[in-house]
């Protein structure tokens, strides 16, 4: 199997973490998106969008990294990442859909305002930071009270929902937003755990 994307890429890091947690083999194919490879004719090929990353294995070929953790879960050996009680496999693409559609909002924006923006050679627009920061402030204390019942957003298991939500968490804690999510006691709880994760610390390693 091999991944085509870049470290720094939050995307990358959701599959890649998922790869490390299910201590498979794989090779990365990098692409610079700060020379704009991720536009070229190869990685369109794979990837219409001009996104990464992107996966093949054998003649296999799939896009959108959520599509791609899926994937990884169910057909390669090992721990599960995905509950196999229906009612908890269930919740667990809810919370996936809630970091995808209430979370990623306002982690994304923040992130590329304070951190992606001034490394592609731009500036950070503060009222979009603003207004990504008012985007967390209206989810984080419904993560907040969810992960107050349990370690892991499906309980004691973790799963394919708390590897979404990694990525941006890691870079947003690097942003004028450290505050206003460690304030949110159990999400910071959580953070704290995850983030110790063998798998986490190889995907984040230099």
């Known amino acids: 199997m ?6 720094m890429s939050t995307c990358t890091r959701r ?3 998922a790869l490390h947690e299910k201590q498979a083999k794989f090779e990365l194919g990098m692409i610079d998106f700060t020379k704009g490879e991720h536009k070229g004719a190869e990685n369109l090929a794979r990837q219409p969008f001009g996104q990464i990353p992107s996966l093949t294995d054998g003649d296999f070929t799939l896009f959108e990294s959520r599509a791609m953790i899926r994937y990884i879960d169910e057909t390669v050996p090992g721990q599960s990442l995905t509950p196999k009680d229906p009612k908890a496999h269930a919740l667990m693409e809810q919370w996936i859909s809630v970091e995808m559609e209430q979370f990623n909002p306002g982690a994304a924006g923040i992130v590329g305002q304070e951190i992606f923006a001034p490394m592609m050679g731009g500036k950070t627009d503060a009222a979009k930071a603003d207004e990504a920061k008012k985007k967390l402030a209206t ?3 419904v993560l907040d009270k969810h992960l107050a019942k349990g370690p892991h ?7 394919l929902a708390d590897v979404c939500y990694m990525p941006y ?14 304030s949110h006691t159990h999400f910071a709880a959580w953070w704290n755990r995850v983030s110790e994760r ?3 610390k190889a995907t984040t390693a230099k």
Request: overall charge neutral.
């Open 2 to 7: 091999k991944i085509f994307g870049n470290p």
């Open 15 to 17: 599959v890649v973490m």
């Open 139 to 141: 989810v984080l204390p």
């Open 153 to 159: 957003f499906c309980g004691d298991q973790f799963t």
């Open 169 to 182: 968490t890691a870079y947003a804690l690097n942003t004028s937003a450290k505050e206003l999510i460690l």
């Open 198 to 200: 063998a798998a986490w």
